[in-house]
């Protein structure tokens, strides 16, 4: 099938890739001259484990291309996916400005019917927005289908081969069959609906995982006080099949680029439709909170931080990613900042996006073990698995005093307790 993607951010390169992977013949359009210029040559705009080798792959076997003109591609192609950014309007809600600027060029340019899936998140009543403004312009049929994305950065082409399942909406049903034959070599559950419950669907999953986050980081501030431990708790609590094992590690908060905005986004739609959704409100001061309790804890050790040496490894908003948009780690360091505190900090892939962020405020280092050099404790603030496997004894010589603050739970607490650590983890 002849596709074309519109966007080639996080969600649309992965599914132009994934999709050409498949077999389909994809262009993929971004109005980012650089961008396409770089793709074109298999260089990446962002780190994605397993991506690269794949698009490069893609180009050579001419199944995947790359270009700055949408117009030129539309009539060219049977379906167009929209996987345009809708980033957050002061209110929360999600602006629709990309969305709605590619619609009218989409509009204003195509001479026969096609199937727009759209792949960006967005509010419920999108779709039908949508159709709207195609029909402004363009008096034959057109199809819109929402097909949410379910993907997680640093495993987003693993997720996008083996997906938990994949979600059709529309109010036509020839187009859901068309929709859901392009993923046919996929073998998962299709759920084919309306394209108001598809878009619900994105949200209120996004929003489930949320509210699990901030439930076990409850717990775990709770475990502090009765002297429980968070990990054996969680585990417990998953080993009801009614409840599942994941994304119940207590920390320092969910971070990145979607679940602060689609949370908030979705208590927007909530109240713009007359409904005060009182959970999610509770779910965003609970992330807010949980950042602060890890200051808390360095506030009892260290009232004054004024000079204080301090490193953080990690600056990612999870692990897998060089992403820092909404990390902890940033708001973190920042809050360090403020209080005089020197920070030496070092992540895998990140230090690059944090930069761009943080400036020369804080010291870049090449390595864990320059980081910790001389510090007065270490926070542990994303969870790279290569810190478990650092040379812990090497680094209790390198700092100046003992002090772990494991914001991710990460390291086994009676190993590095052995080692002569303070070790003060996350409700254990
Ligand atoms: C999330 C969803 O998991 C994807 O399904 C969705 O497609 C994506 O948003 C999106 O809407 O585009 P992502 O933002 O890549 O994916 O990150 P997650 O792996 O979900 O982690 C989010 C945050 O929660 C991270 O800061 C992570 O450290 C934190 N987290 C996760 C916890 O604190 N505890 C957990 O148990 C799990």
């Not at 195609?134 to 987003?156: D, Q, T």
């Amino acid at each position: 099938m002849k596709i074309l993607v519109i966007g080639t951010g996080y969600v649309g390169l992965v599914t132009a890739t994934g999709l050409a992977e498949l077999g389909h013949q994809v262009t993929a359009v971004d109005i980012d001259f650089k961008k396409i210029n770089k793709l074109k040559k298999g260089i990446m705009p962002f780190f994605e484990p397993a991506l690269k080798p794949l698009v490069i792959r893609n180009i050579q076997k001419q199944r995947l291309f790359f270009n700055i003109n949408l117009k030129n591609f539309l009539d060219k192609s049977q379906f167009i996916f929209i996987c345009v950014g809708t980033p957050p309007k002061r209110d929360g809600s999600a602006d629709l400005k990309y969305i709605k600027q590619v619609v009218r060029v989409i509009g204003q340019n195509i001479k026969e019917s096609k199937i727009i899936i759209n792949k960006s998140t967005v509010p419920i009543g999108t779709g039908l927005i949508i159709k709207k403004i195609i029909k402004k312009y363009f008096p034959g049929e057109i199809n819109v289908v929402s097909c949410p994305e379910f993907l997680r950065e640093g495993r987003a082409v693993s997720d996008f081969f083996h997906p938990d399942r994949i979600v059709i909406g529309s109010d036509n049903q020839k187009a859901i069959e068309l929709v859901a034959n392009l993923f046919k070599k996929i073998k998962t559950e299709k759920l084919k609906t309306t394209l108001e419950s598809a878009e619900l669907i994105k949200y209120a999953a996004n929003a489930f995982l949320a509210t699990k986050i901030s439930f076990i980081n409850e717990i775990a501030n709770l475990c502090e006080k009765v002297k429980a431990d968070v990990q054996i708790v969680a585990t417990g609590m998953g080993l009801d099949k009614r409840i599942g094992p994941s994304f119940l590690k207590a920390g320092i908060g969910y971070g990145g680029s979607c679940f602060p905005k689609d949370i908030r986004a979705l208590k927007q739609i909530a109240g713009g439709n007359g409904y005060h959704f009182r959970l999610l409100k509770a779910v965003i001061e609970v992330n807010y909170f949980q950042r602060l309790v890890i200051l808390k804890k360095i506030k009892l050790i260290y009232p004054r931080l004024k000079n204080k040496i301090v490193c953080v490894l990690g600056l990612a908003f999870k692990d897998l990613t060089d992403d820092v948009r909404e990390s902890a780690a940033i708001e973190i360091i920042k809050k360090l900042i403020k209080q005089g505190a020197k920070i030496q900090a070092f992540d895998p892939q990140a230090m690059i996006n944090a930069k761009k962020v943080l400036n020369y405020r804080i010291k870049y280092c090449q390595n864990a073990y320059e980081a910790c050099k001389n510090a007065q404790f270490l926070i542990i603030a994303t969870e790279w698995p290569q810190f478990k496997k650092l040379n812990w004894q090497k680094i209790k010589h390198l700092m100046k005093n003992d002090i772990i603050l494991d914001g991710r739970n990460l390291l086994d607490k009676q190993k590095i307790e052995k080692l002569g650590f303070k070790y003060i983890g996350v409700g254990r």
